[in-house]
């Protein structure tokens, strides 16, 4: 789960961090008392989507003005100005896609004088279980632009769970930044604040983009990313509250209220699998026969006939999804549920599209009876190499 930026503000304030004074927005007539509350001389009016490149990115409203999600002002009028041309607009940046994404949130901060522009970022190491730093002196690009031109100026390295985080973490960073004097005190005492929030948090990932170095000698986090852990949500009640249901997928959004794993993909053939592994070959194999997954989408070992019904739901609502294919290796999940759930969505949101069906395992003679004793229009194959010949052939004709 990710946040907005002046959410994640918040957050660091509360462990300590150096951060702008802001206020956001979400009406255009509380703009100008919002940017009267800060004391300038300059206000930054940033954009509030869950997507990167906001500076560099534009409005598709001909009406939003000059392009750029992240604007300077010089009074609090021009401030508030700028929010009324931002806010209800579809700003798009090279995260977002073509689509875009509508700006529903402004926040105007401070300005800060910057003499130096930094990077810093936490994550979760997969390859060594642990949480890992990432530095760079080039600090306000994208770290991958970095990565692929100049790999030299990136430092990482985790920390050991075992022995947890120590002063010297913060004193590499540091080093590794080209900080001096006062300032590696500074950044020791950040990267305390910034390890514990993380751990603290059930964070995946923490961003800082630019960590700056101001005209007074100060570390300040002048832009933040946070995204989060979803498997440990249930345990941060405070973090649910920041989240933003506008800025997700409404079919991922959807997946998520009935436990199911739903990701949506660019491809023609909706997916129905249970078992992420059997979900991934059955994409592959997917791909290997000429066509493109839509989704992936796992029902789990456990799922009922109402998550399966929902699941083929949102598989349809997906307006690129052309046919259907459902692949389940029955172990603890049923045949027969499958079946009973295909046939109950078919008929309460019906088939515009080719449905292929390769079901194996536990009840599959049920299942296949279900679906044969229906009146639904269904593909039988036998094997998954079966299955995804036939869904392909039906989708290209």
């Not at 490149?53 to 700028?82: C, H, I, M, P």
């Not at 990077?119 to 949480?131: F, G």
């Not at 300032?183 to 305390?192: A, D, P, W």
């Given at each position: 789960?990710?946040?907005?930026?002046?959410?994640?503000?918040?957050?660091?304030?509360?462990?300590?961090?150096?951060?702008?004074?802001?206020?956001?927005?979400?009406?255009?007539?509380?703009?100008?008392?919002?940017?009267?509350?800060?004391?300038?001389?300059?206000?930054?009016?940033?954009?509030?989507?869950?997507?990167?490149?906001?500076?560099?990115?534009?409005?598709?409203?001909?009406?939003?003005?000059?392009?750029?999600?992240?604007?300077?002002?010089?009074?609090?009028?021009?401030?508030?100005?700028?929010?009324?041309?931002?806010?209800?607009?579809?700003?798009?940046?090279?995260?977002?896609?073509?689509?875009?994404?509508?700006?529903?949130?402004?926040?105007?901060?401070?300005?800060?004088?910057?003499?130096?522009?930094?990077?810093?970022?936490?994550?979760?190491?997969?390859?060594?279980?642990?949480?890992?730093?990432?530095?760079?002196?080039?600090?306000?690009?994208?770290?991958?632009?970095?990565?692929?031109?100049?790999?030299?100026?990136?430092?990482?390295?985790?920390?050991?769970?075992?022995?947890?985080?120590?002063?010297?973490?913060?004193?590499?960073?540091?080093?590794?930044?080209?900080?001096?004097?006062?300032?590696?005190?500074?950044?020791?005492?950040?990267?305390?604040?910034?390890?514990?929030?993380?751990?603290?948090?059930?964070?995946?990932?923490?961003?800082?983009?630019?960590?700056?170095?101001?005209?007074?000698?100060?570390?300040?986090?002048?832009?933040?990313?946070?995204?989060?852990?979803?498997?440990?949500?249930?345990?941060?009640?405070?973090?649910?509250?920041?989240?933003?249901?506008?800025?997700?997928?409404?079919?991922?959004?959807?997946?998520?209220?009935?436990?199911?794993?739903?990701?949506?993909?660019?491809?023609?053939?909706?997916?129905?699998?249970?078992?992420?592994?059997?979900a991934m070959s059955t994409m592959d194999i997917i791909k290997l026969y000429g066509a493109e997954p839509a989704n992936f989408l796992d029902v789990g070992g456990g799922a009922t006939t109402e998550k399966v019904t929902e699941a083929f739901k949102i598989i349809t609502s997906d307006p690129k999804v052309k046919g259907i294919l459902v692949n389940i290796f029955g172990g603890i999940m049923r045949c027969d549920v499958i079946a009973e759930g295909v046939v109950t969505a078919v008929k309460e949101v019906g088939l515009q599209v080719p449905l292929v069906v390769r079901l194996?395992?536990?009840?599959?003679?049920?299942?296949?009876?279900?679906?044969?004793?229906?009146?639904?229009?269904?593909?039988?194959?036998?094997?998954?190499?079966?299955?995804?010949?036939?869904?392909?052939?039906?989708?290209?004709?």
């Open positions: 789960m990710n946040i907005h930026e002046y959410q994640a503000k918040e957050l660091l304030k509360e462990y300590g961090a150096n951060v702008s004074a802001g206020r956001i927005v979400f009406k255009a007539e509380d703009a100008k008392s919002a940017a009267g509350e800060l004391d300038g001389p300059l206000w930054v009016v940033k954009a509030q989507i869950h997507a990167g490149g906001r500076g560099k990115g534009s409005f598709k409203e001909a009406a939003a003005g000059q392009a750029g999600g992240v604007r300077l002002t010089k009074s609090a009028a021009e401030a508030a100005d700028e929010v009324h041309k931002m806010l209800g607009r579809t700003l798009v940046t090279h995260q977002t896609g073509p689509e875009g994404k509508q700006v529903n949130r402004v926040y105007i901060e401070d300005g800060s004088g910057i003499k130096t522009e930094l990077y810093l970022a936490l994550l979760v190491d997969r390859n060594t279980s642990c949480v890992s730093f990432v530095a760079s002196t080039e600090g306000g690009m994208d770290i991958e632009e970095v990565a692929a031109s100049t790999p030299e100026k990136i430092v990482s390295f985790s920390v050991d769970p075992a022995s947890g985080l120590s002063a010297f973490h913060g004193r590499r960073v540091a080093f590794a930044l080209g900080l001096e004097g006062a300032l590696v005190k500074q950044c020791v005492k950040l990267i305390s604040q910034l390890y514990n929030m993380f751990i603290e948090r059930d964070m995946e990932m923490l961003e800082i983009n630019p960590l700056i170095v101001t005209e007074k000698d100060e570390l300040k986090c002048l832009d933040a990313k946070m995204g989060f852990d979803s498997n440990a949500l249930y345990r941060q009640k405070a973090i649910m509250g920041l989240r933003d249901e506008t800025e997700e997928d409404p079919k991922e959004l959807a997946a998520s209220k009935f436990d199911l794993n739903y990701i949506a993909l660019d491809g023609e053939i909706g997916c129905m699998v249970n078992g992420a592994g059997l194996e395992g536990t009840n599959v003679e049920a299942g296949k009876k279900i679906l044969n004793e229906s009146d639904v229009d269904v593909i039988a194959a036998d094997d998954l190499a079966d299955a995804a010949e036939k869904i392909v052939q039906a989708v290209k004709g």
